[in-house]
């Protein structure tokens, strides 16, 4: 996964994750990429530098947008040492927030109603679709080549996004 600092042509600045850089760029073709802000669409990536991690600190590497404040402020002399300060970070804004738990309840009302089959849902669901067992919701896991296998036989089905953490 790539996470991307995103930029709006109205200049609203946020970040998203995409599987790759193709990935992205089919996306934003295609209108897909909007800003949070104001949803606008014409959205294209932000200047990004990449951290690279010292071997001899143990770190990890990363990405981070780059800031004119703190170019200026590595650029700027200074008389006395002075601690790093951390500038809070909203790892996920409100329309993330309440998408996510959109998300934890469409989770929550499958495991409730319907039932669990694992990894033999592929089975299970030609199984119901050709009559050879009850008809009944079910859910469970399934590898790439089953759910086109199962959508070329038309049986209906839905992936459900896995949320980081959660017990899915």
């Not at 932000?46 to 690279?52: C, D, F, G, R, S």
């Not at 500038?87 to 996920?92: D, E, T």
Request: hydrophobic content about 35%; charged content about 25%; proline content about 8%.
């Amino acid at each position: 996964m790539i996470r991307y600092a995103l930029i709006c042509d109205t200049g609203h600045e946020f970040e998203s994750w995409f599987p790759t850089s193709a990935s992205f760029e089919a996306q934003a073709k295609r209108g897909f990429v909007s800003c949070p802000s104001c949803n606008s669409s014409k959205v294209e990536r932000a200047i990004m530098a990449p951290n690279v991690a010292r071997t001899d600190r143990g770190g990890t590497p990363r990405t981070q947008p780059i800031e004119p404040q703190a170019q200026a402020a590595d650029a700027a002399p200074t008389g006395a040492a002075q601690p790093p300060t951390q500038a809070p970070v909203a790892l996920m804004g409100e329309k993330e927030i309440a998408f996510r738990q959109m998300l934890a309840a469409l989770h929550q009302h499958v495991a409730d109603n319907a039932e669990n089959v694992g990894e033999r849902f592929a089975d299970e669901a030609l199984k119901i679709h050709h009559g050879e067992s009850d008809s009944r919701p079910i859910y469970g896991e399934a590898t790439s080549e089953d759910a086109r296998m199962l959508h070329e036989e038309g049986v209906e089905f839905m992936p459900l996004p896995r949320l980081p953490g959660a017990r899915n």
